[in-house]
């Protein structure tokens, strides 16, 4: 796991873009998943969760919880998968979307 950190407006998101074109073909699948912080803000986390899991996994699945997208997105770690999760600004956001370092 990689976090860019830095002020608003300083190239974070390009930067991110930017390597994920350079390596993206080094995986069996990736997904970049944009506005963590206002799309879990108003559509909650769950649906975050739905949009990796269907982005990787090109199946619509309808979560019953968080806790049910975490162990989803746990299956996902097990693989050769490349995401990036941009503007996460919450702990939660990054354990619900991403799990565990390990």
């Not at 998943?33 to 269907?54: A, P």
Request: proline share 0%.
């Amino acid at each position: 796991m990689v976090g860019i950190w830095g002020a608003g407006s300083s190239g974070k998101t390009t930067l991110a873009s930017s390597l994920s074109m350079k390596i993206f073909h080094h995986f069996q699948d990736h997904c970049f998943i944009d506005n963590i912080r206002e799309e879990s803000n108003q559509h909650g986390l769950k649906v975050l969760q739905q949009k990796i899991i269907s982005r990787v996994f090109t199946i619509e699945m309808q979560l019953q919880d968080v806790e049910e997208g975490k162990r989803m997105i746990s299956r996902l770690r097990r693989s050769n998968i490349f995401v990036i999760l941009d503007d996460v600004d919450d702990c939660k956001q990054l354990d619900a979307l991403a799990g565990s370092h390990n």
